[in-house]
C-alpha cells in the first residue's frame, strides 16, 4: 500500500541554518503531497502542499518540490529561526477516490532550533 | 466554532472500560476524519465521514471501535473494551468537501488506558 518515510529526529540546528527533511513515498497512484507541522501544545496545521509532479509548495519560507521521478518532497528552508521549533510530518493522499484528508503520515521529524 | 473543537482533552480509563470522544467541526463543513496517533509515530487514518455516512472506515482497527455523526457535524469516536494498547491521541480533522482543500485539525484527545 501506500507509504511515507521520512528522515529520523530529532534535528537540531543553530538560529540562521539551512534546513532539509527529506521525504520519500510510495504510491500507486498520483497522489498529493503534504507538509503539516505541530508547534508545542498546538493542533496538526497544515504547512505547504504539492498536488501534481514538479509543482513546488511555499509557505513562511519552507519550500518542497514533487518530484515523481525521484518520488520525493524533501522539506527545505534557508534560514531557520527559533519560532521554527516544531514537529514536521511528510503526507500524502491518493487524488483518485480520495480526499485531501484521508492522510497517510510518516512518523514526523522534531525539529529543535537553538539561538 | 473557529476551528475543530474535541472534547475531553485528556482522558484515563481503566482497561475494559467504554469511552466516548467527542469531536465538534467546524461549521459547515461536510467531511470529517478520525485519526490516531501513537508515541513517536504519525497519525494513522481511522474513519471519514462524508456527511452523516461513513464513507471509508477502513482505518478502523477491530469491532471495539466505532463512529458515528448522526446530524452530519458533531462526531463521537466510540471504544468498548478499552486494552491499554488503546492509549493514544485521538485527533480529529474537518474539510469542506473532498477533493482540493485542506482539512483542520482539532489538538486532539489524549487517551491512557491503566
Known amino acids: 500500500g501506500d507509504s511515507v518515510t521520512q528522515m529520523e529526529g530529532p534535528v537540531t540546528l543553530s538560529e540562521e541554518a539551512f534546513l532539509t527533511i527529506n521525504c520519500t513515498y510510495t504510491a500507486t497512484g498520483y497522489p498529493s503531497l503534504f507538509w503539516y507541522v505541530q508547534y508545542p501544545g498546538e493542533g496538526l496545521q497544515l504547512l505547504l502542499k504539492?498536488?501534481?509532479?514538479?509543482d513546488k509548495g511555499s509557505n513562511k519560507g519552507f519550500e518542497a518540490t514533487y518530484r515523481k521521478e525521484t518520488t520525493s518532497f524533501h522539506l527545505e528552508k534557508g534560514s531557520v529561526q527559533v519560532s521554527d521549533s516544531a514537529v514536521y510530518f511528510c503526507?500524502?493522499?491518493?487524488?483518485?477516490?480520495?480526499?485531501?484528508?484521508?492522510?497517510?503520515f510518516g512518523k514526523g521529524t522534531k525539529l529543535s532550533v537553538k539561538p | 466554532g473557529a476551528g475543530v473543537s474535541q472534547t475531553p482533552s485528556n482522558k484515563v480509563t481503566e482497561k475494559g472500560k467504554y469511552v466516548e470522544l467527542r469531536c465538534d467541526p467546524i461549521s459547515g463543513h461536510t467531511a470529517l476524519y478520525w485519526y490516531r496517533q501513537s508515541l513517536g509515530q504519525g497519525p494513522e487514518f481511522l474513519i471519514y465521514f462524508q456527511g452523516t455516512g461513513a464513507a471509508d472506515d477502513s482505518g478502523l482497527p477491530n469491532d471495539r471501535f466505532f463512529a458515528v455523526r448522526p446530524e452530519g457535524s458533531v462526531s463521537t469516536l466510540k471504544i468498548q473494551r478499552t486494552e491499554r494498547g488503546d492509549s493514544a491521541v485521538y485527533l480529529c480533522?474537518?474539510?469542506?468537501?473532498?477533493?482540493?482543500?485542506?482539512?483542520?485539525f482539532g489538538q486532539g484527545t489524549r487517551l491512557t488506558v491503566v
Open positions: 503526507a500524502l493522499s491518493d487524488r483518485y477516490g480520495g480526499s485531501q484528508g484521508n492522510l497517510i
Open positions: 504539492a498536488t501534481k509532479a514538479d
Open positions: 480533522a474537518s474539510s469542506s468537501n473532498t477533493l482540493n482543500t485542506e482539512a483542520f
